[in-house]
Structure formats: C-alpha cells, structure tokens
C-alpha cells in the first residue's frame, strides 16, 4: 500500500517527519499469539508498548501505515500541564480531586517522555519552556483570573501573574505564567522509542491494516490480510478507535486544525509556549531550523472535519495573526493541517473498552494528545498488568460527562445534520474537474467521490463513509475524502488514512 501522506500533495510539513521515514519494519506475515496487541504506532500506541514490553511482556504492533503516519506526524508538540479546556471546566465537572488528578496526570507525562529520552539516549530536542496564557486585545481577563485560582486548586501552585508574555513588539498585557512545560520533536521522539521497544524485544509490523478486534479470553485481532492476532489484552491506539461503531463517537467531535511555520532570525522571539484564549484559539512555539533561523510554529483556526474546504484563507488569517504579532515573521516555509478528537469534557478517553473482554482503547486526544497518549501508556500499562491507577476513574471511556450536556446535544445535532446531504443532489460536476481536484457528485445515496489525477485519469469510488453511511467531502488542501460526521478520511483514491471507518471507500 502506498502510505496515504504520498497522496497529500497539497501542503507540506517540516523535516521532522522525514526523520522518521528510513526506520523500517515489515508487515505480518504470519498468525500470532502474543500477550499484548497494540494497534496503532502512534505515540499513544508506541508508549503504551514500550511500557509494556519493559515488564516483561510479549508485545505486538501492527500499523496500516509507518510509525507516526497518523496524526503525531502532524502535532505541533506541545508538552503541556495548562489544560486546554481549563481547570476552571474541569473543577465544575469533576470538582478540584478530577483538577489535581488531570494536573498530576499531565505533569507525569512531560516527566515521562523526559525520562525516557534520557534512558533510552533519544536525541529528540526535549527541552523545558515556560508557558504563557494571554487574552486577545480588548478581551477581559477575568477568564485568567479564575483559571489562576483553578489551576492552583488543581495543586500547580507556581502558576502565576506576569506583566506580560516576554515578547518583543507584542504586549499581551497581564497573562498566566506556567512554568516548566516541555517541547520536542515528535518523531524523533517516536523513532527512538521504536528502537527500544524493538530492543526489549517488541514487534512492530507495519503496512498491516487490522480489521476487526473482537473482545474475549483471548482477545483476536484480524488483519484486513486475514492473519490472526491472539492476544491476552489487545489496545487500540488508533486516534479514532475501528472497533467501537458508535459508543465513543457520540461522546467526541472531529476538528481539523491548521499550523504554518514561518521562519524568524534565531533568538528574535522567546523559545516558550504561547496560547490564547480565542475560540478556536491561536497556539505557538519555536522549532530550530539552521544556525540564523528558526520555525515559528502557529496553529489554530480549526473546523469540524468535512465541514469546510477553505485552507488557503484559514492558512492566510493564521500568518496575518502571526504578522502582527511577530514582526520579524520571515518567509513561510510549511503548512499543513491534521486532526484533533474533542471531547465533552476535554479529556482523553483511555481505559477499558465498555462491552469487550480484555479491550481497551485510547482516544479523544482533545488538543493535548502528547501528553494525553504518554499518561495512557501508563494508566493502560497499570490496567492490564492488574494494578491500581489513580487516573483510571477520570478517563474512564465510559464516563458519561452528564454536566457537558448542552455540547453532547450540539455535537449530536450536527451530526445528525450532516445525514441531511443523503437526500440532496451534489453540486459537483465531474466533467468540470481539473488535474488534482475532486468532486461529490450524484444524488442521495448514489453520490460519488470523484477525483482526477494529474495524468487526467477520473477516479470513481462511493462517496458513502463505511462507518456509518454519512456522505464524504472534497478536502482540497490535502487531497483528502473527509467525512463529517465522526471524521474518518480517505486518499483521493478513496484508502482509509483515519478512522473510524476500518476500510475505504467502495468502488462504484
Ligand atoms: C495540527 C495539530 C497540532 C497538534 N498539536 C498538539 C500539541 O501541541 N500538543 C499536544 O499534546 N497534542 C497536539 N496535537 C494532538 C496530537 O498530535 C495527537 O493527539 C496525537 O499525535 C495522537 O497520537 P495517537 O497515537 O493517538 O494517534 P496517531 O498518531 O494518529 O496514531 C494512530 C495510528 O493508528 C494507525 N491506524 C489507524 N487505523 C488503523 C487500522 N485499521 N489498522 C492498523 N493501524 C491503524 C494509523 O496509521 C496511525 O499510525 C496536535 C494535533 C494536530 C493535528
Ligand atoms: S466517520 Fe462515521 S459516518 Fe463517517
């Protein structure tokens, strides 16, 4: 299988996921038994293994594409114990004991990765930076006020006032100051870890699409090649879970988001992490280029997944953004986008799968997948060897967040909406397509995903997602069939590159 990024012809991302490219490993060949299956060689799923074969056990990996072909090859790597969604929310949700357990639970998993860089020797630029939390102009800040006296009672107690954001021409006014947050290079990160996963005698397959995981003593993994996994505990890390049809993907919303990194002479701007509190919010930080130059990360201007195709202007209002603020932005020399799980409550859903014998499962990584895939790597390596964790309540992937119901119900309705399309006709014209682009056309059920190649070749496929019927949109940046109900995506050629949906699109 051509690995799906091969297709995503539309934007480009900085080297760091060229670092990862020459590491090799094979597909399966054969059946096996092992003690645990992880599915998924992401950095949820590769921590979680590493962990595990670092306790003895005979552990698995099986991937339908590369190590960190899925979205850890698209984050912007932020190491953050400054909650996203805010301590504020999650004390009214969970009062201030589910405050310090997301907070020690984060903190952790900075620690964790630190840890493990220096023991396995992986040379990933980890690095500690401050953290600062600031309004847009205008804006009041009693949003800061109360997320000071939140993250405090969550036990961050140097979480403090500073007069402002050591940025040279762009004066946030009074913000929060985190301390000893973290940034690294992913998949370098990612890459070591690999190696020493492999060096305690993990196995790690790859361009091996699994296809159905069923629960049980054992649990079975199926490969699309039709091998067999049998496995003690199998772990699905596949950022949206295949197995689980519907349980999890009411509770989480798919959200597409954008980074462009522009260049800024070296030691212009402060290395740290800047965030906002715009909604979507704007978030920041450096990634060294050359000796003059380094990266200026900034993202934001998410979407819901299929429910937009306008990268170039969201593309253009994060550097205009970024221009104000920084004025010595120099060229932009990436850009790129990739997608994010939100939950009701901001947290990660990481535990016991509800319903399945010795299944369990990572996901919901809301914005803070770095640090929520490090700490699952630890509450499931916990689980599975039967000991006690103190996060386990808190991620529960059964808790129902009955106090978030206001954005159950509108994530629900709005994917309720997106059924809406099965009765409509398509406005695309297949005839009127050039070289690189695509269309649905047709009419209900019967729409087609229609794509021509730049040799002028038309590519015909169902454009019905395979998880649950919705129809797929034309994501024209990346050359991509994103689905905008639970944000499964596929190539131009209609592949699976995301789930849900565990395989792609139908031919026609
Ligand atoms: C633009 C952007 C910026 C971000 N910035 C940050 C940040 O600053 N800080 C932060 O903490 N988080 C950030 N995130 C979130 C974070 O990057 C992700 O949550 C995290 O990388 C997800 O890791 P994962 O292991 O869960 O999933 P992935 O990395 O997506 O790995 C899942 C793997 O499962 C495989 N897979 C899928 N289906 C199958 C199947 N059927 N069979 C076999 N294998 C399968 C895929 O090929 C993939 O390799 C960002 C995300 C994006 C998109
Ligand atoms: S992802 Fe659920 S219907 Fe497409």
């Known amino acids: 299988m051509t690995h799906p990024d091969t297709a995503h012809t539309g934007a480009s991302r900085p080297s760091w996921d060229e670092t990862v490219r020459p590491f090799f490993t094979a597909p399966l060949t054969r059946d096996l038994t092992v003690d645990v299956c992880v599915v998924g060689a992401g950095l949820a799923g590769l921590t979680t293994a590493y962990l595990l074969a670092r306790e003895g056990r005979r552990v698995a990996v099986l991937d339908q594409g590369p190590v960190g072909g899925g979205n850890t090859g698209r984050t912007t790597a932020q190491l953050a114990n400054a909650f996203d969604d805010r301590y504020s929310e999650v004390i009214r949700l969970y009062g201030e004991a589910g405050a310090r357990a997301v907070a020690q639970s984060h903190t952790a998993a900075i620690d964790l990765i630190e840890r493990i860089s220096q023991e396995e020797g992986i040379a990933c630029d980890f690095e500690r930076v401050s953290g600062y939390l600031f309004v847009p102009p205008g804006a009041s800040r009693r949003v800061l006020s109360e997320e000071l006296e939140a993250a405090r009672r969550a036990g961050l107690r140097e979480v403090a006032w500073v007069d402002k954001a050591p940025l040279e021409g762009f004066d946030t006014l009074p913000c929060l100051h985190f301390p000893n947050q973290a940034q690294f290079d992913p998949m370098r990160y990612l890459r070591g870890l690999a190696h020493a996963f492999g060096a305690r005698g993990g196995e790690l ?89 380094e990266l200026l990360l900034v993202g934001g201007e998410d979407h819901k997944t299929g429910q937009a195709d306008d990268a170039p202007a969201r593309y253009g209002r994060l550097e205009a953004w970024a221009r104000e603020r920084f004025p010595k932005l120099g060229r932009v020399r990436y850009r790129w986008s990739g ?159 995301n789930g849900p949906a565990h395989r792609g699109l139908e031919p026609k």
């Not at 010795?358 to 499931?380: I, P």
């Not at 297949?430 to 209900?444: I, K, M, N």
């Not at 087609?448 to 730049?454: H, I, Q, S």
């Open 205 to 293: 397959y790859t361009e091996t699409a699994v296809q159905t995981v069923e629960g049980g003593a054992p649990a079975k993994v199926r490969t699309h090649s039709g091998l067999t996994v049998t496995a003690g505990a199998v772990v699905v890390a596949t950022n949206a879970p295949i197995h689980d049809r519907v349980a999890t993907h009411t509770k989480q919303a798919p959200y597409l988001s954008f980074v462009i990194a522009a260049e800024v002479p070296r030691g212009s701007v402060q290395r740290a992490l800047y965030w906002d509190t715009e909604d979507p919010y704007h978030y920041v930080r450096l990634q060294s280029l050359d000796e003059a130059t």
């Open 339 to 497: 997608q994010v799980y939100e939950t009701l409550d901001g947290l990660a859903f990481i535990g016991r799968s509800p319903g399945e014998e010795n299944v369990y499962l990572v996901t919901g990584d809301s914005g803070m997948g770095m640090t929520h895939g490090s700490l699952a790597g630890v509450l499931l390596r916990d689980l599975i060897l039967g000991r006690d964790n103190p996060w386990a309540t808190l991620y529960d992937p059964a808790r129902k967040p009955l106090k978030a119901g206001g954005a159950f119900l509108k994530e629900n309705l709005n994917v309720a909406a997106q059924f809406l399309d099965l009765a409509t006709p398509a406005r695309g014209d297949a005839a009127a397509l050039g070289p690189g682009e695509g269309a649905v056309v047709g009419f209900g059920p019967a729409k087609r995903a229609v794509y021509r190649d730049e040799a002028g070749v038309l590519h015909e496929r169902s454009a019905i997602c395979p998880h649950l019927g919705c129809v797929v949109a034309w994501n024209s940046a990346e050359r991509t069939w994103d689905c905008p109900c639970h944000g499964s995506r596929f190539d131009a050629y209609g592949r699976v590159i």
